[in-house]
């Protein structure tokens, strides 16, 4: 009984190795990339710490540089292949009195940030700047720490299609994301955990 037990426990395990978690519906292979490069940048970084000798402290400098512009290469390539001006999912909860969210995209990315394009509606005029918070969620729900902040300080016309550009820092922190939440400047400061 203990073998069937041990047998059935090393088939899981080899299963699951050999699954690929590396991809995702919203952003394909994008955060696996960025990891690999974010992983590659730490060990660099601990061997540069580490280091009493100057020569071999400018030789991993250099390949510190040379790791976050390959990075950068290998990111936009990606990019510009296969999510160039995606759509991003949202919801827009509790959707305020000012602005509605028309529609969110990506229009560029470079080492370990994403820079998202967001397009929202006044629904009235108003003469104060206007924020909008936005984070993502991951297939669960539960929102991936780190958040974008759009301004407008514009103030807003009625009907009139306002654009919020902002990056996100942390691309190997969206494996699992699905879509961005979007909040008011009030839904926001109301919010505890939307502060992490």
Known sequence: MKSVFIFFFLLTIHFFSCTDNTNNNLFGNLPSIAEKYKLKIEKVQKELSQTTDLPKGREFSLELLNIKDEADSELRSYFK????NSSIPFLHE????????KSIKIVSVSF????????????TDSRNSVFAYLKFLDINGK?????IVALSNKGLKKDFVFTFTGSF???????????ILVKSRE????????NN
């Open 81 to 84: 292949s296969n999510l160039l």
């Open 94 to 101: 509790n959707e305020n009195e000012l602005f509605s969210v």
């Open 112 to 123: 370990n940030q994403i820079e998202i394009e967001a397009e929202f509606i006044a629904k």
């Open 143 to 147: 929102e991936i720490p780190g958040w």
């Open 169 to 179: 820092t942390g691309i190997d922190k969206l494996f699992n994301a699905e879509k």
């Open 187 to 194: 839904d926001y400061e109301s919010s505890s955990s939307f």
